[in-house]
């Protein structure tokens, strides 16, 4: 049987880094993956790019860009790691990278030089890779630890991490793992959800919007009432069975099955006002003043509907070019669904919050850590996703090496 002071299992991005650091503190570690490659989702983010932190992470308030059911949970690991950590590190290893938009920092090159930098990080601590390697049973005694049976052989170490992401991209090595450990030693489950998704919408209400796909335009779009209310002002695209764009992939993480999303097409103009001027000076149709508001295919989409509206803007009649204006500026539309975890970015929900430690990722199973995406910590859509892995491995891994060290004193 081997013996380490450590098992990480997951070895993408939250714990390659992990790894990587306890192994630099000085702690025997072995990270295992079921892959044969490692890091997969590392290097198709970002467009193969990577956009691997946020600059625009609020330092007085960084849970404001996550939910969970624990909303401040996360709080304590990102604000002791910080995006600027991270950018140093990568500075350190001589990696090129620009801000995109809102505080996204992506690389210049491929996004394998991230893998390349964490992987040289693990050969800094000494650690032990395996993979692919699939683990089967995990035991666990006061005396022993936690023993656990892999296809390269048994294994045991006092201390186990799990890292093995959510289950988006099952194409790419996604499992539900980590939920099953984590059951298994009686910690609780928040139900996993697709987020940061592409919305559909199904039946004849869609019909009329099928035509629109490819196109892509800024927006305002909303979701939820009062205290659940979020709203985001992106880009969005329409595709052939539904909405997406990074405003779609924002609001779908707080959208709940069954409500309808609110979508403003000319965020900053007032619709209703410019098509009432337009109707005291112009002879237009209708459609044509439209198109100088908001892209001609949409305005062509919107005015097709309505016999009322196949005329001229000053035969128009007051009450129908209101009720374009509103159907522009605050269309209503309710989901049939997402496109799943063959198209989410992320997962959210995961293992309770309330079940680990929010200083260490400990779990209330002692030696049990959970970080990453595992545990009920989305990110908005810009890089912060990756920043929680790195900040809950960072977390993590000074908690490892504490604890190590005080096992040592404690056994002389
Ligand atoms: C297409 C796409 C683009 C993305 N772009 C970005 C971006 O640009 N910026 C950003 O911040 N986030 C992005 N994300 C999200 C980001 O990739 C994840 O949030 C992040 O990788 C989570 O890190 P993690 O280490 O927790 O999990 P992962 O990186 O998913 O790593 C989990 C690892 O565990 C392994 N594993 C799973 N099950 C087992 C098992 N049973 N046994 C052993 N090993 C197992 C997997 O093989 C994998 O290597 C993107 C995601 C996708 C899908």
Redesign the pocket.
């Known amino acids: 049987m081997s013996s380490f002071d450590v098992v990480v ?7 390659l880094y992990c790894a990587a650091l306890a192994g630099q503190r000085g702690l025997k570690v072995l990270l ?4 044969e490659r ?5 290097r ?3 467009g193969g790019r ?3 932190t946020n600059r625009d992470l609020d330092v007085r308030a960084p849970q404001r860009h996550f939910i969970g059911d624990n909303p401040n949970f996360c709080r304590s690991a990102l604000s002791r790691y910080m995006p600027q950590q991270f950018i140093e590190l990568v500075q350190r290893h001589g990696i090129a990278f620009h801000e995109k938009h809102k505080g996204q920092l992506f690389c210049d090159g491929p996004s394998q030089q991230i893998i390349d930098m964490l992987l040289a990080e693990c050969a800094a601590g000494h650690v032990a890779h395996w993979q692919p390697c ?2 089967g049973d995990i035991a666990f005694s006061e005396q022993g630890g936690y023993q656990m049976e892999t296809s390269r052989g048994s294994v045991k170490a006092p201390r186990l991490v799990i ?4 289950l ?2 099952p194409q790419i ?3 539900d ?1 980590g939920y099953r450990i984590a059951t298994q030693f009686g910690l609780r489950v928040v139900t996993p959800r697709p987020a940061l998704v592409p919305l559909t919408f199904g039946g004849e209400a869609w019909e009329p919007y099928a035509g629109l796909a490819g196109l892509a335009l800024p927006v305002h779009i909303e979701t939820g009432s009062k205290k659940e209310r979020m709203s985001f002002l992106e880009d969005l695209l329409f595709t052939h069975r539904g909405l997406s764009g990074p405003a779609v992939l924002q609001i779908s993480s707080y959208w709940r099955p069954g409500a309808p999303l609110t979508i403003d097409f000319a965020p900053g103009t007032d619709v209703a006002t410019s098509l009432g001027e337009a109707k005291q000076r112009s002879r237009k149709r209708i459609v044509n003043e439209l198109s100088g508001l908001v892209p001609s295919r949409l305005a062509d989409a919107w005015v097709g509907q309505d016999a009322a509206l196949q005329r001229p803007i000053n035969e128009a009649a007051d009450r129908a070019l209101a009720a374009l204006a509103e159907r522009i500026t605050r269309w209503q539309i309710t989901p049939s669904g997402t496109e799943g975890y063959k198209k989410a ?2 997962t959210a929900g995961g293992v309770d919050t309330r079940d680990l430690s929010s200083q260490t990722m400990e779990s209330k199973q002692p030696g049990l850590y959970f970080i ?3 545990a009920d910590v989305t ?1 908005w859509l810009g ?5 929680w ?1 790195w900040a809950s491995a960072h977390a993590c891994a000074q908690a490892l090496a504490l604890d190590s060290k005080a096992d040592a004193i404690m056994s002389g």
């Open positions: 299992i997951g070895a993408g991005a939250a714990g295992l993956d079921h892959n490692i890091a997969e989702k590392i198709i983010s970002g990577a956009n691997f699939s683990v890292a093995t992401g959510g988006s991209i090595g996604a499992s793992f970015e992320v990453g995406e595992v990110g890089g912060y996703n990756f920043q892995a």
